[in-house]
């Protein structure tokens, strides 16, 4: 039996695969961060609901990847400091985020995200890791569906040039 044969999780990963699996948690750090800090910005519960459900997703991505990193004797991205709470209100007007704006930050994050777990699972040589970066692209497909249907819903989403007159 081969060294890339039996259970994926014996085989050692490829230096694509280490990279990609720690830039996957540095990310996701980022987006804990910075999502914590949107919630403090946001005023829509539909935006905010979304927002909670995107750092769900991002802790759990934390940890699966730093638990995948540290298995295979790799130190995983260091994690960033906790922010303090915030409310709205003391947010000075000039310096908010208004709702759309996060809207369509987080909406292009998503399709940003979906195209990385493609990366990785396209690169992805252990069956356990193109699983994990299959996993995720679908919870970011189904996060993104939501997030263009409140964009639409709000009357947020800006659309990219439309074709009015169709040739005939």
């Not at 003391?90 to 990385?116: N, Q």
Request: aromatic letters at 6%; charged letters at 25%.
């Amino acid at each position: 039996m081969g060294i890339l044969s039996g259970n994926p999780k014996d085989e050692p990963m490829h230096y694509g695969e280490i990279f990609s699996v720690w830039e996957a948690s540095m990310l996701a750090k980022g987006m804990v961060s910075c999502y914590e800090a949107y919630l403090y910005h946001a005023g829509d519960k539909d935006l905010k609901k979304i927002l909670h459900n995107l750092l769900d997703q991002a802790k759990l991505e934390v940890k699966e990847c730093d638990e995948l990193l540290t298995d295979n004797g790799i130190a995983p991205a260091p994690g960033l400091p906790e922010r303090p709470p915030a409310n709205l209100e003391d947010i000075p007007v000039g310096a908010r985020f208004t709702d759309p704006e996060i809207a369509a930050k987080i909406a292009a994050d998503t399709s940003l995200g979906l195209v990385a777990c493609s990366s990785v699972m396209g690169q992805s040589i252990r069956e356990d890791i193109g699983a994990l970066f299959a996993k995720y692209h679908l919870t970011k497909t189904a996060l993104g569906v939501r997030i263009l249907q409140m964009n639409k819903e709000k009357g947020w989403l800006i659309p990219p040039p439309l074709q009015i007159k169709r040739p005939e």
